[in-house]
């Protein structure tokens, strides 16, 4: 096998067969994926079920944490979670640049695979393109996933009501930074790593606890918190009043954010979820949150109101209320 990716890596003969069985198959391998056929068959139980697809196409493909792999199968899980499923199974895509190092390949499929069987789940169909130098930025990925959503789960922003409380499972912004000073080669703390993570298991802790009681979750992605917050006001018709001093931010983080100019609360997380719950019932998700080791810096930090309709306020340490937009400009664009 050759050191880099080539062109006729991606042309269907020996030489992708030979990608295939000697570097990708071995990190995926089960009983579905090893028939090669066009997709998957596998039996699911009777009931709802949830579909997601992203792609990955973050610069640089590593980063203090992480790297494009456990994005691209953490992310497809988290998807697949905060619609209240149960993930079962991924698809994986790669777009492969003609010299890409198959070291490069090989130590993000090793990270896919480790993050699949950290969060249960299986990888069982795919495709692999080899395009020539200059057409991609060395690795693209492309996950779908599908789960089973449990009978009397049901995750839909039409049911926010207001004096539901905003919950997030921790602290903002250390992903989008992380990647951001390797990027460009910043001299940043080392406690600043990505925060991307599985949270599926976490999730169903706190669905198997409240059920119902969880209105909406999301997963603080592209847009960062405000963002989010912004699209379940619009989708609910409510208003949502969140607490500056309640939101749990690294100081390191919060730190590089006043140098540079950049809002953390626009700022992408990968490993983090926002949940709008029932107010009898937040103490005992944050309980539960702050058990889990990807939840706890998870706090409270608002609610829904009946007034102002689709709006989000946030009230500042000084006591006034600054009104929170979607995301205009990227701040740190290809951040997953």
């Known amino acids: ?95 492969l640049e003609e010299g890409l190092p198959v070291k490069t390949l090989d130590a993000v499929l090793a990270t896919m695979a480790e993050m699949a069987k950290k969060a249960g789940v299986t990888i069982v169909t795919g495709d692999t393109k080899v395009v020539e130098k200059g057409a991609v930025d060395g690795l693209y990925i492309n996950t779908a996933g599908v789960g089973m959503i449990p009978e009397g789960i049901n995750i839909d922003p039409e049911r926010v009501k207001p004096d539901m409380k905003i919950i997030v499972s921790g602290s903002l912004g250390d992903h989008a930074i992380a990647v951001m000073g390797s990027r460009y080669e910043l001299a940043l703390p080392e406690s600043i790593k990505t925060d991307c993570a599985p949270l599926n298991h976490m999730i169903m802790a706190v669905l198997d606890a409240v059920g119902d009681k969880v209105a909406v979750m999301r997963d603080p992605t592209r847009g960062g918190l405000a963002t989010t917050l912004y699209e379940i006001a619009g989708q609910a018709n409510v208003g949502i009043r969140v607490d500056e001093y309640a939101l749990p931010i690294h100081d390191e983080v919060q730190s590089v954010c006043s140098i540079l100019g950049y809002d953390p609360l626009y700022l992408a997380n990968e490993g983090k979820a926002v949940f709008v719950v029932e107010a009898d019932v937040a103490d005992t998700v944050l309980e539960i949150l702050h058990a889990n080791e990807y939840g706890r810096e998870a706090a409270c930090i608002g609610e829904v109101l009946s007034s102002n309709a689709g709006k989000v306020g946030l009230k500042t340490a000084l006591g006034g209320v600054r009104l929170l937009d979607q995301l205009g400009e990227d701040q740190v664009p290809r951040i997953c």
């Open 1 to 95: 096998m050759d050191e880099t990716i080539r062109l006729v890596h991606g042309n269907g003969g020996r030489f992708s067969h030979e990608l295939m069985e000697k570097y990708i198959m071995p990190h995926f391998k089960n009983e579905a994926l090893a028939k090669l056929h066009d997709g998957a068959q596998f039996d699911v139980p009777a009931g709802r079920m949830a579909f997601t697809t992203d792609s990955y196409v973050v610069t640089p493909q590593f980063f203090p944490g992480g790297n494009i792999g456990k994005l691209a199968v953490c992310g497809t899980v988290n998807d697949l979670a905060m619609n209240g499923a149960k993930p079962l199974h991924l698809s994986c895509g790669l777009i």
